[in-house]
């Protein structure tokens, strides 16, 4: 990966491959001799947070969204640049490419959430949807997180009315690609109503 100038990124390269192709000592090791890249943009504008939050490059069943273990190098990238989690990409938050990917509350989501608390109620450039409903869409033939859809619907009780209001915006609007099943949000708003209750049950009766 390469900067618009041309020059070599290695802390870009090492967090598209994910954990599993760089281990976490690797990618340390790049981020301790290269932290002044932690800021600069690729080619395609996308800071080192937005390349780890998306799917891997490498991979030719682009399934990078199955990777729990990307905590560590989460972490690290807003440890040294905290406002990477107020940069968009493309029209997104990297709360909104993080949840659409996949990344549950407990594996990065949180830390996202806690560098950027007023990304909760933005609303997805191109989905137009909020974070908490984009979390409850299932990414491929994983579940959708009950965890992350409940820490940030908790956070922020009201959404699930406002979200009424988006999704009458949204069934309006034409769809195209995959997100074409997200049309129907009442089930989506349903879906995250429901695990609201089921967990605040649990809690109860612990």
Request: charged share 20%.
């Amino acid at each position: 990966l390469r900067s618009s100038e041309g020059k070599i990124l290695l802390v870009h390269a090492a967090v598209s491959m994910g954990s599993r192709r760089c281990p976490d000592q690797v990618f340390d090791l790049v981020l301790q001799q290269c932290p002044e890249e932690v800021p600069m943009k690729d080619m395609y504008a996308r800071l080192p947070l937005h390349v780890a939050l998306q799917q891997t490059e490498w991979s030719t069943t682009l399934r990078r969204r199955y990777k729990p273990r990307e905590h560590h190098v989460i972490q690290n990238l807003l440890r040294i640049y905290p406002e990477a989690a107020h940069c968009e990409w493309k029209g997104r938050l990297p709360l909104h490419i993080a949840v659409m990917n996949g990344h549950s509350w407990y594996h990065g989501v949180e830390d996202l959430f806690r560098a950027n608390p007023s990304a909760i109620d933005v609303v997805d450039n191109s989905t137009r949807l909020i974070p908490f409903q984009l979390a409850a869409v299932p990414v491929g033939e994983s579940a959708a997180s009950l965890d992350t859809i409940f820490h940030l619907l908790v956070t922020r009780p009201d959404m699930l009315e406002n979200s009424q209001i988006i999704s009458t915006r949204v069934n309006k609007t034409s769809q195209q690609g995959s997100w074409s099943k997200v049309l129907n949000m009442q089930k989506v708003i349903a879906v995250a109503a429901f695990t609201v209750l089921v967990k605040s049950l649990t809690r109860s009766q612990q």
